[in-house]
T-cell receptor
């Protein structure tokens, strides 16, 4: 069974940094694109990033230049390094296993980032 | 403001059918597959439809997706009170080189 467990969320001051992790199991992690999506309080879902098995990544304009997504295929883990954090980055962050394009399988409960 | 436009809310009675629309453009819906999600805040978004009309394993055929030009549609038949949730369309956008979600539609089953 696919399992995705997000962690690393915390309270952080504006301008600060945080690294989120997504531990995967139940599938061959090294063969799949992985995504991050988020939901700010009272807002809708927002796509954040995706990373290819070889490390190539795409980002939403709202985080480009501030966030860096990476992965360790040996550890079956995806990371999201979040720098220069802003209040508008406050959200629950979910990771997803790619199905196709922006279709993804999201299994975890998310991890909460609060920038204040 | 999202590049994908969804109605903020829809409603229908139990057992009825509801249609949720998602309007985009040539750089997104017009050129890519569409996905649909159901989401209750605090829980993981649930993938309902991928590749515009395909259902993941375990998703009942009450849920169906389609696309025409630059607009996509999610139909839900045989509505149940448990279907109350927020529904989102999502697609890749070539102009942004990024994924985009619609603003979401709140479904109320009266």
């Amino acid at each position: 069974e696919v399992q995705l467990v997000e962690s690393g969320g915390d309270f952080v001051q504006p301008g600060g940094s945080l690294r989120l992790s997504c531990a995967a199991s139940g599938f061959t992690f090294s063969k799949y694109w992985m995504h991050w999506v988020r939901q700010a309080p009272g807002k809708g879902l927002e796509w954040v990033s995706r990373i290819r098995p070889d490390g190539y990544a795409d980002y939403a304009d709202s985080v480009k230049g501030r966030f860096i997504v990476s992965r360790d295929n040996a550890k079956n883990t995806q990371y999201l390094q979040m720098n220069s954090l802003r209040a508008e980055d406050t959200a629950v962050y979910y990771c997803g296993k790619d199905v196709h394009d922006v279709a993804m399988d999201v299994r975890g409960q998310g991890t909460t980032v609060t920038v204040s | 403001q999202s590049v994908l436009t969804q109605p903020p809310s829809v409603s229908a009675a139990p057992g009825q059918k509801v249609t949720i629309s998602c309007s985009g453009g040539s750089s997104n819906i017009g050129n890519h597959y569409v996905a649909w999600y159901r989401h209750l805040p605090g829980t993981a978004p649930k993938l309902l439809i991928f590749d515009t009309y395909k259902r993941p394993s375990g998703i009942p055929d009450r849920f169906s997706g389609s696309k025409s030009g630059t607009s996509a549609t999610l139909d839900i038949t045989g509505l149940q009170t448990g279907d109350e949730a927020d529904y989102y369309c999502a697609v890749w956008d070539d102009s942004l080189s990024a994924g985009v979600f619609g603003g979401g539609t709140k479904l109320t089953v009266l």
